[in-house]
Structures are given as structure tokens and as C-alpha cells.
């Protein structure tokens, strides 16, 4: 069974730091381009970040960039997302999907673009 499963969410204060990790169950991440997203209550979802099969490609929305830092261990089928210097507006349900696009990368940001997706992990940034 085809499975991604999120790990790593939590409370945390204000610029703290937490790291998410996605884990993959019944497929190999190796083919896969993997996208973060979150999704904040009564708002769309939202790319995060996007790491393309090998990690040579990384991209991050405007908001993240600088804070979040997105990575892959393809020897142990996960892939990482390091969330430094949280704000409270990053507080969301993230989700972490794969993708088996080998173009049209540059629409990284979108949900369509991905067919295996995991369940979420609650982020809450506050004090």
C-alpha cells in the first residue's frame, strides 16, 4: 500500500524550530519530486517547498525562504522539512505529497501536481 506518513509537528513558541519528516511506506522516493504544503483553517493549501527527485532542484514560497529548509534521504525513503524562526502565521496543517512530474516543475506549488499524498501534521506557532 502506497503510503506517506508526517511526522514532527507540534506547539512551539515563536521563533522556534521544529523539523517535519515524511516517510514513505509501499513505494521507493527515488522516482518522486516531494512538495510540502500546509493548509490553515478557512484558507486554500498551500505550496511550501519542493525538492526534486535526486535534491538538486529546491524551491520555497516567498514566505519560507531563508527560514525553512526542505531536504531528502532517499537511503531511508524521507524526505525533511527544518522550520526555523516560526511565526505564528505558519501555524497550518502540513502535508507532504509526491509527484512523479519530470517537467513543468516550475508549477511545483501546485496540489494537482501530485498524486500521493499524506495525512498532515499540525503546526501551532504561538505563545
Known amino acids: 500500500q502506497l503510503q506517506l506518513v508526517e511526522s514532527g509537528g507540534g506547539l512551539v513558541q515563536p521563533g522556534g524550530s521544529l523539523r517535519l519528516s515524511c516517510a514513505a511506506s509501499g513505494i521507493s522516493l527515488n522516482a518522486y519530486a516531494i512538495g510540502w504544503f500546509r493548509q490553515a483553517p478557512g484558507k486554500e493549501r498551500e505550496g511550501v517547498s519542493y525538492?526534486?527527485?535526486?535534491?538538486?532542484?529546491?524551491r520555497y514560497t516567498d514566505s519560507v525562504k531563508g527560514r525553512f529548509t526542505i531536504s531528502r534521504d532517499n537511503a531511508k525513503n524521507t524526505v525533511y522539512l527544518q522550520m526555523n524562526s516560526l511565526k505564528p502565521d505558519d501555524t497550518a496543517v502540513y502535508f507532504c505529497a509526491a509527484g512523479s512530474f519530470l517537467t513543468g516543475w516550475d508549477l511545483w506549488f501546485l496540489p494537482s501536481k501530485y498524486n500521493i499524498w499524506g495525512q498532515g501534521t499540525q503546526v501551532t506557532v504561538s505563545s
Open positions: 525538492i526534486s527527485t535526486a535534491g538538486g532542484r529546491t
